[in-house]
């Protein structure tokens, strides 16, 4: 999996919505540890240690910490696609 830095940003569709009802388009928009957590039903402490650990891929900006929904998506398919030939 790719650990934090700067990543390639995507789409997920002119229709999906991020967890604070912003919309997730063709910009990549980028959401809180909170906002991500809300989608993954995952405390946002744990989104932090898992980005922390480089198990979801993450942006720095300044001191906030960012993520891409479309990366972190693809990153847990992968994952999962990974666990699957073990």
């Not at 990549?28 to 650990?53: D, F, N, Q, Y």
Request: hydrophobic fraction near 35%.
């Amino acid at each position: 999996m790719q650990g934090m830095g700067r990543q390639v940003c995507g789409s997920l569709g002119s229709d999906s919505r991020g967890a604070e009802g912003r919309q997730v388009n063709d910009n990549g928009t980028l959401i809180s540890a909170e906002a991500l957590g809300e989608l993954l039903s995952l405390p946002s402490a744990s989104v932090r240690r898992l980005a922390r650990e480089g198990k979801l891929p993450a942006f720095r900006l300044g001191r906030l910490l960012r993520f891409d929904v479309q990366e972190v998506l693809k990153s847990m398919k992968a994952d999962e696609q990974q666990g699957d030939e073990e």
